[in-house]
T-cell receptor
Framework: QQQVKQSPQSLIVQKGGISIINCAYENTAFDYFPWYQQFPGKGPALLIAIRPDVSEKKEGRFTISFNKSAKQFSLHIMDSQPGDSATYFCAASIGGYQKVTFGIGTKLQVIP | NAGVTQTPKFQVLKTGQSMTLQCAQDMNHNSMYWYRQDPGMGLRLIYYSASEGTTDKGEVPNGYNVSRLNKREFSLRLESAAPSQTSVYFC????????????FGEGSRLTVL
């Protein structure tokens, strides 16, 4: 069973729009929640991460919102650009290392 | 600065054949991992090595073996390949403590006929 549930599996957004990807988890021992970005033919790369003592973290156009009571977190991409077209994975781990559990991924396409 | 290097990038095997995927990192990381990526399944951990000389099973270890050859190298072996092992395999490395960023290689695409 999936420990980290991610939706949607695919997303099409117009250039300049907001892309939103949602994740939910069950294990309350998770204490580190990273997002990875993967371009075709490449390995995933860390995009942004958050710890549960913070409700929001922003880096440029990318924002993570975290709701500890609901056990949910989401990635918002503001002013989405065609260069943001990639697969995005949410993830969770305990202690910030070792066994990182990934969601199934969201394939984002930003159209001009 | 190469980061994490995987070989081969592509491989086609017949059912029952064996092969080894090689991985090397030049970031002096202590921990290394093997993941497989399948459509609709995300990235699933096969095996990991917290430090040189140790290996542990991940979520989907059946049908695989690993060897942590030294601090830099971590190999994944398929002893008798099966079509269900058709996948893209990623090696990653990280420090065992701290923010937990995984550094991935570019992947090895394996097809088992």
């Amino acid at each position: 069973q999936q420990q980290v549930k991610q939706s949607p599996q695919s997303l099409i957004v117009q250039k300049g729009g907001i892309s939103i990807i949602n994740c939910a988890y069950e294990n309350t021992a998770f204490d580190y929640f990273p997002w990875y970005q993967q371009f075709p033919g490449k390995g995933p790369a860390l995009l942004i991460a958050i710890r549960p003592d913070v409700s929001e973290k922003k880096e440029g156009r990318f924002t993570i919102s975290f709701n500890k009571s609901a056990k949910q977190f989401s990635l918002h991409i503001m002013d989405s650009q065609p260069g943001d077209s990639a697969t995005y994975f949410c993830a969770a781990s305990i202690g910030g290392y070792q066994k990182v559990t990934f969601g199934i991924g969201t394939k984002l396409q930003v159209i001009p | 600065n190469a980061g994490v290097t995987q070989t081969p990038k592509f491989q086609v095997l017949k059912t029952g054949q064996s092969m080894t995927l090689q991985c090397a990192q030049d970031m002096n990381h202590n921990s290394m991992y093997w993941y497989r990526q399948d459509p609709g399944m995300g990235l699933r951990l096969i095996y990991y090595s917290a430090s040189e000389g140790t290996t542990d099973k991940g979520e989907v270890p059946n049908g695989y073996n690993v060897s942590r050859l030294n601090k830099r190298e971590f190999s994944l072996r398929l002893e008798s390949a099966a079509p269900s092992q058709t996948s893209v395999y990623f090696c990653a490395s990280s420090e065992p403590t701290g923010p937990g960023e995984l550094f991935f290689g570019e992947g090895s695409r394996l097809t088992v006929l």
